[in-house]
């Protein structure tokens, strides 16, 4: 798949799930990509706040997440280490339940289903898979989660993926855009600059 660099700003709109806001910004490094961000949001009437620093290789496998939390009943932060090669650590503890996971997902962000698309590089019509160590926004708990990916036709402007996670019930199409960002998350985000 050819996609063009990622922006070095992008904002997205939480909606539905949660109402709120997230910015990121992009560094290119010689090894790879670091996406700094920050969430803030509402949801159930409860405030918190997610800022996290995700480094990636060139390969697009996530390779550190560090995230620092912001809650009504206090604050945490969490280390998140993976290989490359499917081997996590998680606060300096190794996983074995993320074995296999070479992406991290974040509850609170719009931008980390940006990495398997790019890692997978499917061609219209390909499928794949992509477990993923997944951080939860409201206390920073780390899951597995599986999740899958179908590459639909392009329009030219927009790149877009069919996606299935049995746990959340969720079946639908992503919206990107060509460099590979979220345009359109139903019931989550949608983007709101770049």
């Keep these: 798949m050819d996609l063009d660099p990622f922006p070095p700003l992008a904002a997205w709109r939480h909606v539905e799930a949660r109402e709120g806001y997230e910015v990121l910004a992009v560094h290119v490094t010689p090894t790879g990509v670091v996406l700094d961000g920050?969430?803030?949001a509402?949801?159930?009437g409860a405030a918190f706040a997610v800022g996290y620093r995700i480094e990636v290789d060139d390969r697009w496998c996530t390779r550190r997440a560090e995230l620092r939390a912001w809650w009504p009943h206090g604050e945490g932060s969490v280390l998140v280490e993976g290989d490359g090669a499917g081997a996590w650590a998680v606060d300096g503890v190794d996983r074995p339940d993320l074995d296999g996971c070479l992406d991290v997902d974040l509850e609170s962000s719009a931008c980390t289903n940006a990495l398997p698309l790019r890692r997978l590089d499917l061609a219209v019509g390909g499928a794949g898979s992509s477990a993923a160590?997944?951080?939860?926004a409201l206390d920073l708990t780390v899951e597995r989660l599986e999740q899958g990916y179908v590459r639909r036709p392009d329009d030219g402007d927009h790149v877009v993926a069919h996606y299935v996670c049995e746990r959340f019930d969720a079946d639908f199409d992503l919206t990107y855009d060509r460099t590979g960002l979220i345009l359109d998350y139903p019931g989550l985000a949608v983007r709101d600059a770049l």
């Design 133 to 136: 160590a997944y951080v939860r």
């Design 38 to 40: 920050h969430t803030t």
């Design 42 to 44: 509402v949801e159930e």
